[in-house]
Every structure is written in structure tokens, then in C-alpha cells.
């Protein structure tokens, strides 16, 4: 199934990119970043965009324009073909008494504690880069920017918040913006449970796909993603006046 074009009016945007630095998918590259700031961006555009590869973070919409490179390729989740495998069914009981809590996206003590303390786990386990996160930059991040379409999920378990996944609910499946939890809690599989109940949700609202963003061959950071199945992925940003021509992915 692949995009329409986008014949609705487009929101008034300021386009500009961004100067290289240094990927953090692929060693001795360089990224460079196009971006959209869209103050009041509309459910059907934003769905246009993610349906051509754009990702969101906040009100800016972006997409990689490396020279010389291409290996960003978006990818999304099939709902309606999705099987599930033993592994995540396991993770399914596991989280029987965690509670979930769907709400705009919000900012809170316990956000900014939550993010900050996976990020520094992050950063002992992965060697990702890091520093604390402050207010402003979360809330430009992960709040602004919402308006009907982003959500967040919280997952609450013993009265504590453990996981906050960050959504946009789009009208042809749903975007996975981003997700972070705590650390003390491994043996739930919070990074596996969150996606199966985004592909439950979906199911719920009777849409196509999870928007999973991008995947690079060869980087560990995405190999979780091949674990949902059967996928599309999309090879390059087409314009909105071109329909996206998306692809089966197999891959384990």
C-alpha cells in the first residue's frame, strides 16, 4: 500500500538544514540534516511527511541529506499481517500488572529524572554520547508540537513511572517518535512491550502501520526492528506531489 499524493493545503513552514557532524549510526560518516519547522502542522500533513520518511521531533519535521550516502531507509510495520513470536509473547505476560496511561505529551519531575537516568545507561552499556537533559530542550523535543495527533505512553508499574513512549497517531497507522524507560526494570522487555502495544492500539483505531523510522544495515542500534515482521521500507523522501512507493522487507 503506498502514499497518495498530497493535495490538501501545506502550513507555512521555515525550511533550512543544518551543518555536518559526525553519524552515530555508521563510524566515519557525517550527517546533514533537512528540516521543516512547522509551528501548526496538521494530522493529514503530518501523515504526508511520515509517509515519506520525515521524521518529528517537537515542530520540527527532518530527514538526512548526507552526500554521498543513502543508507537511511524508512521502514513501518504491516498491523494486520504482524505474527507474533514466542520471545514477545513472553514480554506480553510479563507486563500484566503494568499500567498504561495514553495522554498529550506532558512534562513532569519525573520525565525529566526517567530520561536522564536511561540516557546515562545508555551511555555506560552503548557508549552513546551524553549530558542531562534540561526542561526547555524536552519540552521543545517531545511536547511542543503535539497538537491532536501526539500522544505519549506511560507505563507505570508499583505507582512509578518506568517507560514514557512518545507517538504521533497518524490517519494511516502510527508514528514511533521515541521511547525511553528505566534501566532497574530489565526483565520486563519494556522496549519490546511498548511496540506490541503500539501495534495493539493500532489494531484498536483500525490502522495500517507502525512507522518504525529509519533502518541502517549494519547498525546494531536498529536490529530489534527486523524482530517485527512483515515490514515495507522506503527508499529515499519523496515530494508530496509524488506517491511513496514502499517495499516488502523481509529480514531476521
Known sequence: MNGKRFTEEVPESTDFSMLDYEC?????????????????????????????????????????????????????????????????????????????????????????ELYNKYHAFKHQKDKWSHRNISPREYRENFVEGAWDFGKEVLYIKDGKLIGVDLIDILDDGISSIYFYYDPDYPSLSLGT????????????????????????????????????????????????????????????
Open 24 to 112: 552515530a549510526y555508521l563510524e566515519g560518516r557525517s550527517v546533514r540534516m533537512s528540516y521543516k519547522y512547522i509551528e501548526r502542522a496538521t494530522k493529514a500533513y503530518n501523515t504526508a511527511l511520515i509517509n515519506r520518511g520525515w521524521r518529528r521531533f517537537g515542530c520540527y519535521y527532518f530527514h538526512p541529506i548526507c552526500k554521498g550516502c543513502n543508507e537511511c531507509k524508512s521502514v513501518r510495520i504491516s498491523v494486520k499481517d504482524f505474527k507474533l513470536r514466542k520471545s514477545q509473547k513472553k514480554a506480553i505476560k510479563r507486563n500484566r500488572e503494568t499500567e498504561i496511561i495514553i495522554q498529550k505529551p506532558t512534562l513532569s519531575g519525573a520525565h525529566i
Open 193 to 252: 512491550y511498548s511496540l506490541l502495544y503500539q501495534i495493539e492500539l493500532a489494531k484498536v483505531l483500525d490502522l495500517d502501520w507502525i512507522y518504525l523510522g529509519y533502518w541502517v544495515d549494519g547498525c546494531k542500534a536498529f536490529a530489534y526492528k527486523t524482530k517485527f515482521q512483515p515490514q515495507e521500507i522506503l527508499d529515499g523522501f519523496p515530494k508530496l506531489d509524488e506517491v511513496s512507493q514502499w517495499q516488502p522487507f523481509l529480514r531476521d
